[in-house]
């Protein structure tokens, strides 16, 4: 039984996008089924219609309103699909918060997303952006996920290989932007489960508990304090995490700016390339705390933009450009922004 789609007519989004920016969608379809996205890519008015597809909208800037078609996922469902030897496979819906499916699959005694708890959005959201934090990203847990086409309808099944991950990217962010909706992830927990580690603030934890071998709800209790005393709940103040990517240069760009700035924090990386932390970069051009108009820098964590209320996308766009500018004056390096800004 198909239940009938209903279209929307300038809907706000200020509830739906974490920085809590003001704009209308001109279109707006909700979906909690696979059969409604294709009900929508077959529909006479928005089949051909330019789409937009919004998760948690927890990495998005709105400058405007949108005039594409909103397709605002909120499928539902989590299982535990499959017990492999060497893994757990969790099937979710793409609509599904992701800091709750971290929950549930713990409560259910699947560990292994822990360090990615309290990552703000949705589950369908977080293999667009190949979301990640505390030594562990979405591709380390990834096994498979199903979307829908929007020019054919159909449904296509996409691997890790297929999903093309790199640092906050997939072909989501590219090939496919805007061409498909995620409907469901299949999340790869390994077994036997091993904590992971190695990040200086967890270590930190461990030390100072006198807990060498923590459990995974350690691990995810710590991850929730670490995160809660330096970055914003968007509940509270609006943000959307990070602002900027880490950027990675080249060895001799490395040594060449340590030349200049000693102190600056950078991570060797596999491939001798480093990445350099942005958030330093930017607090030591001293924006931790100033504004311009309504949009701020964070006081806690340079990396991370703020609406102190009321602001505009226009004005987020301003500080952020503001910001690439001043950092480009000092250390020669372009920031990139993490957010999709329309
Ligand atoms: N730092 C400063 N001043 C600041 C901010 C940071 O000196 O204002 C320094 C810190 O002291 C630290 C270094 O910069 O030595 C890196 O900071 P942090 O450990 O807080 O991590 P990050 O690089 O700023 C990244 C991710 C976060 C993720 C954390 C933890 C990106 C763009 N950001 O932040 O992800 O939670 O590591 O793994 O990769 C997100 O993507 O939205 C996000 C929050």
Redesign the pocket.
């Known amino acids: 039984m198909h239940q009938p789609l209903d279209v929307e007519r300038g809907t706000s989004l200020r509830p739906y996008n974490t920085f809590g920016l003001p704009a209308a969608a001109h279109t707006l379809v909700r979906v909690s089924t696979e059969a409604q996205v294709r009900q929508v890519v077959n529909h006479p008015e928005l089949g051909h219609a330019k789409k937009f597809i919004l998760g948690g909208g927890s990495?998005l800037v709105l400058t405007q309103d949108v005039q594409a078609c909103v397709i605002k996922v909120e499928i539902k469902g989590r299982q535990l699909l499959e017990t492999r030897d060497d893994a757990w496979i969790v099937e979710v819906g793409a609509g599904e918060s992701w800091h709750d499916t971290v929950q549930w699959c713990l409560n259910q005694g699947l560990p292994g997303l822990e360090n990615m708890a309290l990552?703000p959005g949705t589950v369908g959201a977080a293999p667009v952006q190949n979301?990640?934090?505390?030594?562990i990203e979405l591709k380390d847990r990834f096994e498979s996920l199903d979307a829908v086409d929007l020019i054919t309808g159909r449904m296509v099944t996409l691997n890790r290989e297929q999903c093309r991950f790199g640092?906050?990217d997939s072909i989501f962010k590219s090939l496919l932007a805007g061409k498909s909706v995620i409907t469901k992830v299949r999340l790869r927990l390994p077994r036997p489960w091993q904590p992971v580690t190695g990040?200086?603030?967890l270590e930190r934890k461990m030390a100072e508990t006198g807990t060498p071998e923590p459990s995974a709800q350690q691990i995810f209790d710590w991850i929730c304090d670490v995160?809660r005393a330096?970055?914003p709940d968007p509940a509270q103040i609006g943000n959307?995490?990070?602002f900027?990517?880490?950027p990675v240069v080249t060895e001799e760009q490395c040594r060449d700016i340590i030349g200049r700035d000693p102190e600056i924090?950078h991570y060797p990386l596999p491939d001798g390339s480093f990445k350099l932390?942005?958030?330093?970069m930017?607090?030591?051009c001293g924006w931790?705390g100033k504004s311009i108009g309504r949009a701020g820098v964070y006081e806690?964590?340079?990396?991370?933009l703020v609406n102190r209320g009321g602001a505009s996308g226009a004005e987020v766009v301003t500080l952020a450009r503001a910001i690439q500018e001043s950092v480009y004056g000092r250390f020669g390096i372009r920031l990139e922004p993490?957010p999709v800004v329309v």
Request: hydrophobic share 45%; charged share 25%.
């Open positions: 990495n990552i979301i990640g934090a505390y030594g640092y906050r990040y200086l603030e995160r330096k970055l959307a995490g990070s900027f990517k880490n924090v932390a942005a958030g330093w930017i607090d030591a931790k806690k964590q340079a990396l991370v993490e």
